[in-house]
């Protein structure tokens, strides 16, 4: 591994979070799941959360481009159990809708602890069941004649408000030092060819 390559994966690591995540509900478009994955990348979630019970989560590895093996991908079999998880991490579930609520990106409490946005799928939005067990409701206002964004655009949209707006509150947003460790040891045994096997003549040799 070149010193270039090592300072880009140490530059990421530093700036990942589990601070901030999302769960999708139900994502059909393989082109919708890969934009999702690529948002979180880009912003530095390190875990995105899917609900597949009516439909598996199949970003187009054309589209998503490799940027899944960076993350965490969570699967789960219902709603129930994705909200329950989250709730295990300590996380306060904002659903993300149109339809109720006043909160915006620019609004939304990003100070009283982690968040979990959940958005819906692509036609119907989010379930019943995320809104009643939402904490919080966010939207993006519009001003044109459409009520909403496609699920995509809408994550890109809050996630770059948030992760922003989560960055400068003074929030304990960075992945700890252990973590970070281990997910550095990850990236690079992902980035070396044949890496388990040049550890293991490593080992042997000593």
């Not at 700036?15 to 999302?22: A, C, D, E, N, S």
């Not at 009516?54 to 590895?61: E, Y």
């Not at 219902?78 to 300590?90: E, K, N, P, Q, V």
Request: aromatic share 6%; charged share 25%.
């Amino acid at each position: 591994m070149t010193p270039e390559r090592e300072g880009t994966l140490r530059r990421v690591a530093e700036m990942r979070t589990r601070y901030l995540t999302f769960c999708t509900e139900n994502t059909f478009h393989p082109q919708n799941a890969s934009a999702l994955l690529r948002s979180a990348e880009a912003f530095g979630l390190q875990d995105v959360h899917a609900v597949e019970n009516l439909c598996k989560f199949r970003p187009n590895t054309r589209i998503v481009r490799g940027t899944d093996q960076w993350l965490d991908l969570h699967r789960h079999a219902s709603t129930a159990g994705a909200l329950a998880d989250l709730r295990r991490r300590g996380y306060r579930i904002v659903a993300t809708t149109p339809h109720a609520g006043d909160r915006t990106p620019e609004t939304l409490d990003v100070e009283s602890g982690p968040l979990a946005l959940v958005f819906g799928t692509e036609h119907a939005g989010i379930s019943r069941e995320v809104i009643e067990a939402a904490d919080d409701f966010v939207r993006i206002p519009m001003c044109g004649f459409v009520e909403s964004l496609n699920v995509s655009a809408s994550a890109a949209v809050l996630l770059h408000v948030l992760t922003q707006r989560i960055r400068a509150c003074g929030a304990q947003w960075r992945i700890g030092e252990r973590e970070r460790a281990e997910l550095l040891f990850r990236w690079m045994m992902a980035s070396v060819r044949d890496s388990e096997r040049i550890l293991s003549r490593f080992a042997e040799n000593e």
